[in-house]
């Protein structure tokens, strides 16, 4: 999904949700008629809803036949299932699930101490993500795109929200020494080499900033 507002729009209409939240809960892949049926929708207004469900990321599809139908008997359905793990839109953004996932693979790691494998998972995870970014892309568009809302500053790249902000607040120095190492493997994936990440804990912002690497 590119653009959860996309989806928030999509949902924002009744009988489309109506129709995202009956198959999200089935378990099974849900038919037009059997859709229709469960919100008291035509099958056609079913389906011009589920379709553009399927075009918000939302849902997906495919054909398939019935268990029940013979086979070469017609044509196969079409059929709809909930797509990804769910919607959720914070403003501003938040990635908890970053930190949640680096700190299940640390302790899964067996490794010790834990803080110190998370750490270095960390790191890598920053460099991991610059290389899935579009070739030519900068720090300051990077960290945009995460949501850290960047501001270029004389000498430095402040930046003016924490995507981990709860776990921050409740264990800063954890969650702040990663976010440090992650945004630390971000820059050195990407090759920007005069810009440092720092610690500098500054109340409304995010603890790490970017600094000049060799300030004048």
């Known amino acids: 999904m590119d653009d959860p507002w996309d989806a928030v729009t999509t949902l924002s209409d009744p009988s489309r949700r109506a129709l995202y939240d009956y198959v999200r809960r089935q378990d099974h892949p849900v038919g037009r008629d059997e859709a229709g049926a469960a919100t008291a929708m035509s099958r056609g207004l079913a389906a011009f809803h589920l379709d553009k469900l399927v075009d918000a990321g939302l849902l997906t599809a495919r054909y398939a036949a019935p268990a029940d139908q013979p086979r070469g008997r017609g044509r196969a359905p079409k059929v709809y299932e909930a797509a990804g793990d769910g919607l959720a839109v914070t403003i501003p953004q938040r990635r908890y699930e970053l930190i949640a996932d680096i700190l299940a ?13 998370a750490a270095r998972l960390a790191y890598r995870r920053g460099r991991d993500l610059s290389a899935l970014l579009p070739p030519g892309q900068d ?70 900033e970017l600094r000049a690497a060799n300030p004048a």
């Open 105 to 117: 693979e640390a302790v899964a790691g067996g490794e010790e101490p834990a803080a110190e494998a």
């Open 139 to 208: 720090v300051v568009g990077a960290l945009a795109g995460l949501g850290f809302e960047p501001r270029p500053d004389p000498g430095a790249v402040t930046l003016h929200n924490c995507p981990f902000h709860a776990l921050a607040a409740r264990h800063t120095t954890l969650v702040c020494g990663l976010n440090h190492a992650f945004l630390s493997g971000l820059v050195d994936g990407l090759g920007a080499t005069d810009s440092a990440p720092v610690l500098a804990p500054h109340p409304g912002r995010c603890c790490v």
